[in-house]
């Protein structure tokens, strides 16, 4: 069970001792961990501090998500030009 006020997506990516991870709801918030795990910690912290800098700053903070989501999935393949 997860504590996460927002939804999150973690993303694998090429090096597998890096995942990125950033929250849909939250606009500008994003992260890199070094594991899942590690993602998930620091998102929960994370998000905490960026609502916070919102309020701070006077800015929209979105209403919390009362099912927030986690969805881990390997990153998206660029396109080849």
């Known amino acids: 069970m997860s504590d996460l ?3 999150l997506v ?3 990516t090429a090096d ?5 991870f950033y929250s849909p709801d939250l606009e500008g918030f994003t992260g890199v961990g070094h594991s899942i795990e590690d993602c998930l910690y620091k998102a929960r912290w994370g ?3 960026h609502v916070e800098l ?8 979105p ?3 009362a099912a927030p ?3 881990i999935r ?7 030009v």
């Open 69 to 71: 989501t986690i969805i």
């Open 54 to 61: 919102l309020r701070e700053q006077e800015m929209p903070v």
């Open 74 to 80: 390997n990153e998206p393949k660029k396109a080849v």
């Open 10 to 12: 973690i993303e694998a």
């Open 47 to 49: 998000m905490e501090e």
């Open 63 to 65: 209403d919390m998500n």
């Open 5 to 7: 006020k927002y939804d």
């Open 16 to 20: 597998p001792n890096f995942f990125g």
